[in-house]
């Protein structure tokens, strides 16, 4: 059931969607629900057929949630239309580049269906330079995308270190122009990444030749809704202008204190500049119904957000610092006894590399050892290890699928509409796997990796493998699987770590994959060095930066405790650490 809105929520829902507004919205202030109300009350009132709404997020889970809390206000068996709830990406994709697509791309289909395909970094795709840069060989088409407004090349091929040079190179007048001849051979190909398409829309909404579109385009959504309005980049907001500039009216909803994607350019303060230079109307949430008071006191501090009412004050310390030596891990039991008697307790850190001492003994693994790893740790008899065990699954298949996919629904890929389909499909396609002993694990590499390729080729073939997937799979009925570089002659049981039970059973997370939960307690591990934004000394460093936001959404997850686990501290450190409102123990 909705709560009972509290008077800011309700000035929200009640507000005029004939100006631009800016819901400022703090951690746990009931925003998805209102944003839903609102949505609801407008389709609910709509005297603008056939033009409609359109109420965009950034993920398809947010997508599917904020779906699912529409359709309770609106009567059973009324469809949505000619309103839009989706993802900002597939809105553009569906409402600009596919209505031009033939033309901004040239590539003119097949089989009278000309749609893009997009593709992530991950894909196998043909599509490459014919020059080698920066000594590092050749480029694909789709591990890099052009920034119209700053002019710049974005390489994003899926290799940090590869991305570093190549960002980092100073690229001739040549170079950049061979890198627009390849990708256009790529678009003309029938294939874009999401960036490609954000830059296509850019280009085409700037173009006198398309006014007369953009127009209808305003016409067709006179409104539209932004939720985390924080994430939005800086060609997004290029997009979002020239809207609005044609009369579409704007209203973001969001916190700019948790704005954590600025490697895909996002910036606060382009979204703050927006808002301003717009003239947007200022509303705001300041009742956070998750956290208790203690809680949102020390949130407070790390960014400067301030004047927020939490729930009750505990005179009891609820914001702790437990410390280790070497490894986090060495703190298992401690974990233990703080969160006996609390059931959502959920360990969090800024990268996968601190989770996952938790669970194996393989620090980063590649592709086989995630293969490895998937059919080691499944276990339909207990969640954890399952869910463990098909994550491992489906980043593996991404590797190799040509496909986009939904990363929080085990990468299910994009065209796959149903994310239940897709887990029964890895569920089945592992129990296979061990039907057929790839479990066992006393053999070399070399002979594990033999016996895997075979089985994996198969998967396509099998019963278990429904029509609507088959066609995605076709890539695997030719893949090649090799060794761990080295390791063919090495047992894979001993190479992969002996305990298979991971020292922890609570749930883990990166920083970015807890965004938007609530939990019972959050343990938030900072990583042993200091200098990077996985350290407690980077989240406390200055209230504006990325790393404070870092620090500020994770530690606003909690409704009951927040832990922070930090490498060993000396004195100042531990005063440094008390100042913002923690219990060292
Ligand atoms: N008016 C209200 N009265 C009581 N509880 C409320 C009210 N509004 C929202 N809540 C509750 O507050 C909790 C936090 O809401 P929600 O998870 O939607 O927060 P959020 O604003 O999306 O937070 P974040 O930005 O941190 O993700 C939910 O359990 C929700 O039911």
Redesign the pocket.
Known sequence: MA????NE?LDYVNSSIEEHTFLE??????????VAAKVAKEIGSWKNNPGGLAALSFANSATDELTIRVSKYIPYGRGIFPHFLGTFDSFIYKNIVSPLSIELTGYLGENSDASIRIVEPSANLGYRTKYSFARRGQVHAHHYSFNLINGSVVFDTGEPELDRVFNSTVLKDWEYQHLVETKNKMLKGGFATYRDIETLAVDALSQDKYQHFVNLLVKRYPLIIIDECQDLSEEQLTILQILADKGTKLHFVG?LH?AIYGFRDVEPAKVKKFVNDNYFNKLQ?T?N??SCQNIVNLCAKLTGRVGIVGDVSWLKPRCIIVQYNSCPTELTDIFKELCNGFHNNVVVSRGHSILRKFQTSVDQPNNIQKLALAVKLYDPKDMEFLNQSLQYFSEFLRYHLKESYKPSSFNCPQSIDSNLLWRKFLSDSLNYLIRNNLQKMDITWSNWTTTAKLLIRSLPKQCFCPEGIVSVLASLEAVNLASPSGSAKFEVASSLGTAKTPSLSYRKSTIHGA????HDITIVVSSDRAGKDSHWKSWLNDPDSEAARFAYVAS??PKEFLIWAVKKLKPLEKKQLEAVGFKII
């Open positions: 709560p009972e809105f509290t929520q919205a703090c951690p746990g202030s009931g925003k998805t629900e209102v916190d948790q949430l009742r119904f998750r965004k938007g939960e609530t606003s997850r």
